[in-house]
């Protein structure tokens, strides 16, 4: 049995951290279920970098994962603009919009995944959307 512990990150180490650790830390506090720690490592990567698409799709992940919804979606706005033909983001901003009881907006993001190929449960969300009210 591993134990993990609470990660106990200052600003002052995390300003102090490379931008290329930076991400990888947040990276590893995603993966360890310490995604509002994650958030707070990843701002200092988007600041430094804001066209890089990886780090946006981590912030976002991260902030969806700690239920902070609207900053998820806007990271997943931010990726979509940096990569607008990636079907998982356009899924990812779907989601965190679903999450948000925005059922009819997310549908859009989702149709657009299916098109481009992604996972059938798009297309299965957007027919929930569609769906004739009785």
Do not use: Y
């Not at 200052?10 to 994650?38: C, H, K, N, W, Y």
């Amino acid at each position: 049995m591993t134990i993990k512990f609470t990660p106990n990150l200052s600003d002052q180490t995390i300003a102090e951290m490379e931008v290329f650790d930076a991400f990888r830390t947040g990276e590893q506090l995603l993966d360890d279920r310490f995604p509002r720690d994650a958030v707070r490592v990843l701002r200092k990567v988007v600041e430094a970098e804001p066209s890089h698409a990886a780090a946006w799709e981590l912030m976002g992940r991260a902030h969806f994962a700690a239920a902070q919804l609207s900053p998820a979606e806007q990271a997943f706005r931010r990726l979509v603009e940096l990569e607008p033909t990636s079907a998982w983001a356009q899924t990812a901003l779907g989601l965190s919009l679903d999450r948000q009881s925005r059922h009819r907006e997310g549908a859009v993001h989702h149709r657009l995944a299916a098109a481009m190929g992604a996972s059938a449960r798009d297309m299965t969300r957007v027919e929930l959307v569609d769906r004739p009210m009785d």
